[in-house]
C-alpha cells in the first residue's frame, strides 16, 4: 500500500511540459514550469499538462467581403504557446478547446479587418506595379487596379496579430505569428 501511494503521488514533468495541479476540479498551486520528479497528494489532486512549445494552428478557409464586395478566399495559419498555464487552464481547459477558440477569435478579428479595406490594399503589399509590354498593357489595365494604397497587406497582418494577441492574452495564450 505504501509503494503504491508513493507511486500515485509522484510524477514526472517532461522538459517541453508545464503543468497545473487541481484539487477537486480547482487549481491549488502556482503552476509547474521547471522539469523533473513533482509530488501530488493521491487520489485527491490531479494533473493537467499543456506543452510548453510553439502549437500550430490552421484555420478553416472562408469567403471574406472586402469593403468594395469583392470577396477572397482568406486561408490563415498561426503559431502560438501557453505563455500563463494557470489562465489557460481556467479559461480553456485543454488544447482541443483552445483550437477551437482560435477558430473563433482568429475568423473574427480577420474578417473585422479585411472588410475595412478594398481588395488591392488586401491583396498588395506595395505600390510597386510591374513594367508590361505595351501589346497586353492595355488588357490587362482594364481589368486590373492599379490605384495606390495607403495600407497593405503586411500592414493588415500585423494589425490583425496586435489585435489578436490582446484578446488571447486574457486566455493565458501568446499568438507568435500568423
Known amino acids: 500500500i505504501i509503494v503504491m501511494l508513493i507511486m500515485s503521488s509522484a510524477f514526472i514533468i517532461d522538459e517541453t511540459e508545464q503543468a497545473v495541479i487541481t484539487r ?24 493537467h499538462k ?21 470577396f477572397i478566399w482568406v486561408d490563415l495559419t ?15 481547459h485543454n488544447e482541443q478547446t483552445a483550437q477551437t477558440r482560435l477558430d473563433d477569435i482568429m475568423d473574427g478579428i480577420t474578417r473585422n479587418y479585411i472588410t475595412r479595406h478594398n481588395l488591392v490594399a488586401v491583396v498588395r503589399s506595395t505600390n510597386n506595379i510591374l513594367k508590361v509590354k505595351e501589346d497586353i498593357e492595355d488588357a490587362i489595365a482594364a481589368d486590373s487596379d492599379f490605384s495606390e494604397i495607403d495600407i497593405g497587406r503586411d500592414a493588415i497582418t500585423r494589425q490583425i496579430l496586435e489585435s ?4 488571447l492574452a486574457e486566455y493565458g495564450v501568446e499568438l507568435i505569428d500568423i
Do not use: C, H, N, Y
Open 24 to 47: 477537486f476540479g480547482e487549481p491549488v498551486r502556482k503552476p509547474i514550469l521547471t522539469p523533473g520528479l513533482k509530488w501530488k497528494i493521491p487520489l485527491v489532486e490531479m494533473v
Open 50 to 70: 499543456f506543452d510548453k512549445r510553439i502549437l500550430d494552428w490552421d484555420g478553416e478557409p472562408s469567403q471574406v467581403p472586402t469593403r468594395d464586395k469583392k
Open 78 to 92: 498561426g503559431r502560438w504557446r501557453i505563455a500563463d498555464p494557470l489562465m489557460f487552464f481556467k479559461a480553456m
Open 164 to 167: 489578436a494577441q490582446e484578446v
